[in-house]
Nanobody, 115 residues
């Protein structure tokens, strides 16, 4: 069983930055894909970014050039650096972990961007 704990959300003004962290436990943290999704009020959860164990990354078009995903295997942690934040980035951000066909989710962290 994998447990994911997110942190780093909060309130920021438009144009500002935040860094989200997601610490994983209960796994060897190898051969997996970790990522971030977000869900705005009244909307479906959407993919934001992912990073594989080999370091390959992929981003949603809406965040390319502004968000950067990275991972520290020594700390079993994945990060999402968010720059040039916009009000439309406001959402609950969820960490996602996929290993051997099994998916796990974190509890979510709120990000609010004021205009």
């Amino acid at each position: 069983q994998v447990q994911l704990v997110e942190s780093g959300g909060g309130l920021v003004q438009a144009g500002g930055s935040l860094r989200l962290s997601c610490a994983a436990s209960g796994s060897t943290f190898r051969d997996n894909i970790m990522g971030w999704y977000r869900q705005a009020p009244g909307k479906q959860r959407k993919f934001i970014a992912l990073i594989t164990s080999g370091g390959t990354t992929n981003y949603a078009d809406s965040v390319k050039g502004r968000f950067t995903i990275s991972r520290d295997d020594a700390k079993n942690t994945v990060y999402l650096q968010m720059n040039s934040l916009k009000p439309e980035d406001t959402a609950v951000y969820y960490c996602h972990f996929l290993q051997k066909g099994i998916a796990y989710w974190g509890q979510g962290t709120q990000v609010t961007v004021s205009s």
